[in-house]
């Protein structure tokens, strides 16, 4: 499962009064992997007009983006057919 379990685990922890379903833990960490596309997307635009920038390792930024998001995706998948065997009376 790797760095998406694990964070989802923390953001589970970290939630006061209940934790949230696996899913919607997942789902969390989705938008922040998404967020994260967009601010490499950004800063690789900007780097073409800001020295700075450059130096920045954005490509292999995104593509690591990319795979967390892959990642989640599938685990996103499987959450959602575990939920529904449950909900099915699939136990």
Same mark, same amino acid.
């Given at each position: 499962? &790797?760095?998406?379990? #694990?964070?989802? $685990?923390?953001? *589970?922890?970290? =939630?006061? &009064? ?11 960490? $989705? =938008? #922040? =992997?998404? #967020? *994260?596309?967009?601010?490499?997307? +950004? %800063?690789? +635009? ?5 020295? &700075?920038?450059? $130096? %920045?390792?954005?490509?292999? %930024?995104? /593509?690591? $983006? /990319?795979? @967390?998001?892959?990642?989640? =995706?599938?685990?996103? @998948?499987?959450?959602?057919? +575990? ?5 099915? &009376? #699939?136990?």
């Amino acid at each position: 499962m &790797g760095i998406a379990a #694990g964070v989802a $685990a923390k953001v *589970k922890d970290a =939630v006061p &009064g209940g934790a949230p379903s696996d899913l919607e833990g997942l789902e969390a960490l $989705a =938008v #922040g =992997v998404w #967020g *994260k596309r967009l601010l490499w997307g +950004t %800063l690789h +635009t900007i780097a073409a007009f800001h020295d &700075g920038f450059r $130096a %920045l390792p954005l490509d292999d %930024l995104s /593509e690591k $983006a /990319e795979d @967390q998001e892959r990642e989640l =995706v599938r685990l996103r @998948q499987r959450a959602i057919a +575990t939920s529904m065997m449950r909900g099915s &009376g #699939g136990d």
